[in-house]
């Protein structure tokens, strides 16, 4: 009774490991039931803009949680999903019994930051893609403008996923969890290079063989060179459908090149339509790429 009494006036505090220890291993665990795009990004989130180093889980109290999300208001998106991925990694604390009390139980969810709209005029393309340059960053740009896929399926490209007229992204590295075959047209093929072996990344880290990560850097350095900074690299995905649309390519055709199950694609239709577009999608993809061709070389 008395160590009961001293544990609810807050004089004994539960047994708990401390934060990094206990980060280690939820990462650990994730690892096995997660794509690699999403384990990276949980990574990424809690190891940058969440650090309480050593301190006891059972120490870290809402209130330093809340003053930890609050710093991120000037940045609406980073500040929500920083929310979402630290309350994930305390509800797994919770079921581990490394706490007794969830400290995000009555904490808010900041809201929702407003889905962006931006696309790049022909100009402010034809200036990204001359500026980008030919280094790894520059050449993970040109193909996001060349293809409209997403940031994390071009930095995991490796030898085995390109062939002679198609790129084929497995399931673990898609947003929706599907395989998905695009069409390789010649100009990504250049930018692309020197085929590479199986298991070898085309845009490995510095010195590493895990995928590129310094987006934040290569972003700044391509600002300075392309003389405007008011975009996302996301922004080039809503470019790619938008331009696709302006040389008439029908939205289905649009949708299946960005891999989306949504749309035209959503509820019953997604179930008995199986046609893959393959080449409606490749009469696309050269236009596209015959449509930048003339923007980089000055011809409208």
Request: hydrophobic share 35%; aromatic share 10%.
């Amino acid at each position: 009774k008395r160590r009961l009494a001293e544990y609810t006036l807050g004089r004994e505090k539960p047994r708990s490991i401390g934060w990094s220890d206990a980060l280690d291993q939820y990462l650990d665990e994730v690892a096995a039931t997660c794509k690699p795009r999403t384990h990276e990004d949980y990574e990424y989130f809690l190891r940058r803009y969440v650090r309480y180093g050593d301190t006891r889980l059972c120490d870290v109290s809402p209130h330093d949680i809340r003053a930890t999300i609050e710093r991120l208001a000037h940045a609406p998106a980073v500040q929500h999903r920083v929310y979402t991925v630290v309350r994930a990694f305390i509800r797994w604390a919770h079921r581990k019994h490394y706490i007794d009390r969830d400290p995000m139980e009555r904490m808010q969810a900041p809201p929702a930051s407003t889905p962006r709209d931006r696309i790049l005029t022909s100009d402010e393309l034809r200036r990204v893609w001359c500026a980008a340059g030919n280094d790894t960053y520059g050449r993970i740009v040109k193909l996001l403008i060349l293809t409209g896929q997403r940031r994390g399926e071009i930095t995991c490209l490796s030898g085995g996923m390109i062939g002679d007229d198609v790129i084929t992204f497995p399931s673990e590295y898609t947003k929706n969890g599907r395989p998905h075959v695009l069409p390789l047209g010649a100009y990504a093929k250049a930018v692309l290079g020197r085929v590479r072996p199986k298991d070898t990344l085309y845009f490995p880290a510095r010195g590493k063989t895990t995928p590129f990560n310094g987006f934040s850097k290569g972003k700044r350095n391509l600002d300075k060179r392309c003389g405007f900074s008011d975009w996302t690299i996301h922004d080039l995905r809503r470019s790619f459908a938008s331009g696709l649309a302006a040389q008439g390519i029908q939205l289905p055709v649009i949708e299946r090149l960005l891999t989306h199950v949504s749309g035209s694609f959503g509820g019953i239709v997604g179930v008995y339509q199986r046609y893959d577009f393959m080449p409606e999608m490749r009469e696309a993809i050269k236009k596209w790429e015959t449509h930048v061709r003339r923007l980089v070389s000055g011809h409208q």
